[in-house]
């Protein structure tokens, strides 16, 4: 049980090392940092599930990528945040399992080099299992996407959206919000 406590310790230090944690936060398994050349910051008391991948492989020579992770967000399994210039993940934000952030789509049509957009995930957003959002997308305050969608375009402050691509199906009014 002590070399388990140990390697945990271990790994979490790792991990931080590149990472600018605000807070405690916690990290269960393993986290990936693909082409590290980007920063993270991730606020007090997130929690990092198994398999969670950054990659900064789409931002352009010479540039930072950030991401931002906002207090008491809890990110699921495998989820995959593919970042070339900056997503910003708000506070109190629960993401499933199997989500992929695309910020950037690596080519433009063509051939040529793709260009990043930001991603925006303001407070209180939740996230269903295997969506695909998109770059230049913004999920507003308190709206909840549905299992499966890919978010092509921005969701409006308390809305519930689903489908491919996610559509606002319905509105969450006054205290039914969360």
């Known amino acids: 049980m002590q070399i388990k406590k140990a390697l945990g310790h271990i790994r ?4 931080r090392r590149r990472v600018n944690a605000l807070g405690r936060i916690k990290v269960y398994g393993k986290v990936k940092i693909k082409h590290p ?10 929690t990092l599930h198994p ?29 995959e945040i593919h970042c ?14 199997d989500v992929i952030f695309l910020e950037s789509d690596y080519h433009s049509v063509g051939g040529g ?3 990043p957009r930001p991603i925006i995930i303001e407070d209180g957003v939740w996230i269903g299992a295997r969506c695909i959002i998109l770059k230049g997308v913004t999920i507003g ?3 909840v996407i549905g299992a499966g969608s890919v978010v092509t375009k921005s969701i409006p402050a308390n809305s519930i959206a689903a489908g491919n691509p996610a559509r606002v199906i319905r509105t969450i009014e006054g205290e039914a919000a969360h």
């Open 12 to 15: 979490g230090f790792m991990f």
């Open 37 to 46: 050349v980007g920063r993270i910051t991730i606020g007090n008391r997130v």
């Open 51 to 79: 398999n969670v991948v950054f990659d900064f492989e789409a931002a352009p020579p010479g540039t930072t990528p950030e991401v931002t992770i906002g207090e008491r967000t809890a990110i699921g399994d495998r989820t």
């Open 84 to 97: 070339g210039h900056k997503v910003t993940i708000g506070k109190q934000v629960a993401i499933s399992w």
């Open 113 to 115: 080099e793709g260009v």
């Open 141 to 143: 305050k308190n709206s």
